[in-house]
């Protein structure tokens, strides 16, 4: 159930109360795709540095290791010894991402596995199923996630299928969450939005999912080509058409810059593998803009990655260590960066729902987006 508890403009601040604990959003979740955070991160990690939700991939969870396999350890939280909620992505996007490995039917898809060719199929029914053999708090309805550059025609009979498609979705979750033998009979779905950059077909979609009176409510389909305008101009249009009273998800989004500005309008719930792909290249996150630990400039700096922040790498090491186990291939540097980057991302929404509690999202927007050095977050 999600609770409102304030607003301040566009800006929501709630809790959202799971089988798994209570979140507080707007919030950001950390990207586990297989069950572990890329950078040797361990779930006593993701506590110290404040995650509240983790998230995993379906598509890939099925293909490696199983989520039967998983079924029969007693479901992902028993798995990874995580017992937060956790998220699983239906694996649309990544079954659609392989555009030359799959054909799309009104039943769902036919594709090939990245790792090893064989041939799959899924639809809502199958992507329900996994993701009740897993046990995630939150399950993510299977839909097609065209690209943002593709014809109108084709926007619409994609949207249209994935209407169909979470009606089916719903179904099957329905009667997955009343078997005697199901990992979590509380499993949450959200349905996600589509339309491209069509604001109208936007629109209509939203209005169409809404009356299915879902958990919550994501907007998919942004960061895959478009411009940050064209993303915020289609916030602006659409998230007024979802239900207030429920989540609001903006998937794949973003940067620390994307994420303020989707909060400005409405949005509460976040993921992204900046952090922590970033990381592993050594590129951090500060209130300044964005680091590249790799540069000479580092080399004999004792400074912190940013001074004040208390991760578990600004409190013990310095720019120079870190930037010297990177040199030397080292995985703690890697994961100091990677830890760093999370915490940053975790204590920004702690900030965000700070400043939405005392109504001043508008002055610490503007304050903290000044402090970048572009909206953009150029490397220095």
Same mark, same amino acid.
């Given at each position: 159930?999600?609770?409102?508890?304030?607003?301040?403009?566009?800006?929501?601040?709630?809790?959202?109360?799971?089988?798994?604990?209570?979140?507080?959003?707007?919030?950001?979740?950390?990207?586990?795709?297989?069950?572990?955070?890329?950078?040797?991160?361990?779930?006593?990690?993701?506590?110290?540095?404040?995650?509240?939700?983790?998230?995993?991939?379906?598509?890939?969870?099925?293909?490696?290791?199983? #989520?039967?396999?998983?079924?029969?350890? %007693? *479901? =992902?939280?028993?798995?990874?010894?995580? !017992?937060?909620?956790?998220?699983?992505?239906?694996?649309?996007?990544?079954?659609?991402?392989?555009?030359?490995?799959?054909?799309?039917?009104?039943?769902?898809?036919?594709?090939?596995?990245?790792?090893?060719?064989?041939?799959?199929?899924?639809?809502?029914?199958?992507?329900?199923?996994?993701?009740?053999?897993?046990?995630?708090?939150?399950?993510?309805?299977?839909?097609?996630?065209?690209?943002?550059?593709?014809?109108?025609?084709?926007?619409?009979?994609?949207?249209?299928?994935?209407?169909?498609?979470?009606?089916?979705?719903?179904?099957?979750?329905?009667?997955?969450?009343?078997?005697?033998?199901?990992?979590?009979?509380?499993?949450?779905?959200?349905?996600?939005?589509?339309?491209?950059?069509?604001?109208?077909?936007?629109?209509?979609?939203?209005?169409?999912?809404?009356?299915? #009176?879902?958990?919550?409510?994501?907007? %998919? *389909? =942004?960061?895959?080509?478009?411009?940050? !305008?064209?993303?915020?101009?289609?916030?602006?249009?659409?998230?007024?058409?979802?239900?207030?009273?429920?989540?609001?998800?903006?998937?794949?989004?973003?940067?620390?810059?994307?994420?303020?500005?989707?909060?400005?309008?409405?949005?509460?719930?976040?993921?992204?593998?900046?952090?922590?792909?970033?990381?592993?290249?050594?590129?951090?996150?500060?209130?300044?803009?964005?680091?590249?630990?790799?540069?000479?400039?580092?080399?004999?700096?004792?400074?912190?990655?940013?001074?004040?922040?208390?991760?578990?790498?600004?409190?013990?090491?310095?720019?120079?260590?870190?930037?010297?186990?990177?040199?030397?291939?080292?995985?703690?540097?890697?994961?100091?960066?990677?830890?760093?980057?999370?915490?940053?991302?975790?204590?920004?929404?702690?900030?965000?729902?700070?400043?939405?509690?005392?109504?001043?999202?508008?002055?610490?927007?503007?304050?903290?987006?000044?402090?970048?050095?572009?909206?953009?977050?150029?490397?220095?």
């Amino acid at each position: 159930m999600y609770k409102l508890l304030t607003k301040d403009g566009m800006a929501k601040r709630g809790e959202f109360e799971t089988v798994h604990g209570t979140i507080q959003t707007p919030v950001f979740m950390n990207v586990g795709t297989v069950g572990a955070i890329k950078g040797a991160v361990s779930t006593d990690d993701l506590r110290t540095i404040g995650t509240q939700v983790e998230l995993s991939n379906t598509y890939h969870l099925h293909v490696r290791t199983g #989520d039967k396999l998983i079924k029969q350890f %007693g *479901g =992902l939280h028993k798995f990874m010894g995580w !017992d937060k909620p956790i998220l699983t992505d239906s694996g649309g996007f990544q079954v659609f991402s392989l555009s030359g490995l799959r054909k799309i039917k009104e039943e769902g898809v036919y594709f090939q596995s990245h790792i090893d060719g064989h041939h799959i199929f899924m639809g809502p029914e199958e992507s329900m199923q996994i993701q009740s053999n897993l046990g995630s708090t939150i399950a993510m309805a299977f839909d097609e996630c065209p690209s943002s550059r593709a014809d109108r025609t084709y926007i619409q009979n994609s949207v249209d299928r994935t209407t169909r498609w979470l009606e089916r979705c719903k179904r099957k979750m329905q009667e997955l969450n009343s078997l005697p033998d199901t990992v979590n009979p509380h499993q949450m779905l959200f349905g996600i939005n589509q339309g491209g950059i069509f604001a109208d077909i936007r629109i209509e979609h939203a209005k169409r999912i809404s009356e299915l #009176d879902l958990d919550g409510y994501a907007v %998919g *389909g =942004l960061a895959v080509g478009e411009t940050h !305008d064209e993303m915020y101009y289609i916030l602006d249009e659409v998230v007024p058409y979802l239900p207030e009273n429920k989540p609001t998800y903006l998937m794949g989004v973003g940067t620390p810059a994307n994420i303020i500005e989707a909060v400005d309008r409405g949005i509460d719930f976040f993921d992204c593998v900046y952090p922590s792909r970033n990381g592993r290249h050594g590129h951090v996150y500060t209130h300044h803009g964005k680091l590249n630990l790799f540069n000479k400039k580092f080399e004999l700096d004792p400074r912190p990655i940013e001074e004040g922040c208390q991760c578990p790498a600004c409190r013990t090491y310095s720019r120079a260590y870190i930037r010297h186990l990177l040199k030397a291939k080292e995985m703690l540097g890697m994961r100091l960066c990677v830890l760093h980057n999370l915490y940053f991302y975790n204590h920004l929404m702690e900030e965000i729902r700070g400043a939405i509690d005392e109504h001043r999202y508008k002055e610490f927007k503007k304050t903290t987006l000044e402090g970048f050095l572009t909206p953009e977050e150029e490397y220095r």
